[in-house]
Structures are given as structure tokens and as C-alpha cells.
């Protein structure tokens, strides 16, 4: 319910889709989209490429599959899935914010790594750096569809600067046709400074390029990485 994947996803998809073209030594065709989730991003990144999307999430795939069922969803886990082929163009979203460990972070871009093509780019765009995160920030968004009324309030928490981990907390007041049920998610997230990103990225093997990309309210750092021909 939150955000119309044909139109508030679009600019960032045609951000990267111009990185892609701009930085790739070979033609670009196929992306895969690590951590699809529930597929708003191939949505529209498929009008540019052959997109397959890979997820742990059965029920996130679920979700990608019915709005794209012209393209190619698997069930894998970033940090050890080997799919046997490789990519033109790779795209790692927010749910590389997942890796809460170190171990875990150069794990996923091994995994983009031996997924990609000489030539190819992957493009990963950071939610947070340890330079970015805003201590105790609280969003609330409203949504209504269908005789449902929800009201999603996320804030995220860092009780332990000194270490590679945050807190996100999510509540949501679901109203159906005017009845009040609340659901509760909690996540621990990974954080990390940019130096730290160049670094992983770096090791794993990237040539490393750097943008910013502005929505508005919020301005992120983009990393367009380039697999050695």
C-alpha cells in the first residue's frame, strides 16, 4: 500500500538504468535484482532489461510475481545463493540493510560479484551510513485502499554507536472498515560507514564509482560498481 510502483519508484529506476548504460563496457540486457522484495523496482526496471528478481521471502515474492509475471523470480539468500549464470547488471536495493554483520555484508557482494558479467555494474544504493543515521527518527505514513485505513509509523534506533547495528521498529494502526487492529515488526539492521562500503566493495573486486541521488527529502549516496573486463 505504500508508495505507486509505477510512478514513486520510477525516478530512482531511471536513475540507475542511466548509470548502468553509462558506465557498462559491455551492452547491458539482463539485470538480476538482488533483494527484489516485492518487485515495484522490476516493475520498472523491466522495460529497460530481461530482470530477474531473487528474494528469501516467500510471501515478498509472492507479491513480486503477481505484478510481474512476465519475468523470472527465485527464492534465495543474498549472502550464499549461486544461481549457475551470470548478469549484465546487478541492482542491491535497502534490503542490503539486512547484512547486520560484517561477515554477512562482503558475503552479499561476493554474491553480486559472481553474478555479474566482465563489464557489467552492479548498483547498490545505501538507506543509511554510519554518516547519515538520524538517532530516534520517527516517519508516519497514512494509506487507504479498500475500506482499509493504515497508518505506518517507523522509527529506527542505534543503542550501540560502537557497533556494526541499528534498530528498526515498525507499528501499524490497521483499520478495517473502521476496526483498530495494531501489528508490530522489529528488525536489527546493519550499518556502516562509507569508507567501510568502499572497502567491501573494493575487496570483492568493484572498480567503485560514486553519486548522490536526491529524492527531495532525503539525499543517498550511490555506489556504481564495475566488474573488471
Known amino acids: 500500500m505504500w508508495g505507486d510502483a509505477?510512478?514513486?519508484?520510477?525516478?530512482?529506476?531511471?536513475?540507475?538504468?542511466?548509470?548502468?548504460?553509462?558506465?557498462?563496457?559491455?551492452p547491458a540486457n539482463t539485470l538480476l535484482n538482488i533483494g527484489c522484495g516485492g518487485g515495484k523496482n522490476v516493475l520498472n526496471l523491466k522495460h529497460e532489461f530481461n530482470v530477474t528478481g531473487l528474494d528469501v521471502s516467500s510471501a515478498m515474492l509472492e507479491q513480486a510475481k503477481a505484478l510481474n509475471p512476465d519475468c523470472t523470480f527465485v527464492q534465495g539468500d543474498m549472502r550464499t545463493c549461486r544461481l549457475g549464470r551470470t548478469f549484465d547488471a546487478v541492482m542491491m536495493d535497502d534490503a542490503i540493510s539486512h547484512m547486520n554483520c560484517r561477515a554477512d555484508f562482503e558475503a552479499a557482494f561476493r554474491t553480486a560479484y559472481a553474478h555479474l558479467n566482465p563489464g557489467g555494474?552492479?548498483?547498490?544504493?545505501p538507506d543509511v551510513t554510519i554518516e547519515t543515521f538520524r538517532q530516534n527518527r520517527t516517519t508516519t505514513t497514512r494509506a487507504t485502499r479498500d475500506g482499509l485505513d493504515v497508518v505506518f509509523v517507523e522509527n529506527v534506533?542505534?543503542?550501540?554507536?560502537?557497533?556494526?547495528?541499528?534498530?528498526?521498529?515498525?507499528?501499524?494502526?490497521?483499520?478495517?472498515?473502521?476496526?483498530?487492529?495494531?501489528?508490530?515488526?522489529?528488525?536489527?539492521?546493519?550499518?556502516?560507514?562509507?569508507?567501510?562500503?568502499?572497502?567491501?566493495?573494493?575487496e570483492a573486486g568493484f572498480e567503485v564509482h560514486e553519486g548522490r541521488y536526491d529524492t527531495g527529502e532525503d539525499e543517498y549516496t550511490v555506489f556504481t560498481c564495475v566488474k573488471p573486463e
Open 157 to 202: 534506533y542505534d543503542p550501540d554507536p560502537a557497533d556494526d547495528q541499528y534498530e528498526t521498529t515498525i507499528l501499524y494502526m490497521i483499520r478495517d472498515h473502521g476496526r483498530l487492529r495494531i501489528e508490530t515488526e522489529h528488525w536489527t539492521m546493519g550499518i556502516f560507514s562509507l569508507d567501510t562500503w568502499r572497502q567491501v566493495l573494493r
Open 121 to 125: 555494474v552492479m548498483i547498490a544504493t
Open 6 to 26: 509505477a510512478t514513486e519508484y520510477a525516478h530512482y529506476c531511471k536513475h540507475v538504468t542511466g548509470l548502468i548504460r553509462r558506465h557498462a563496457k559491455r
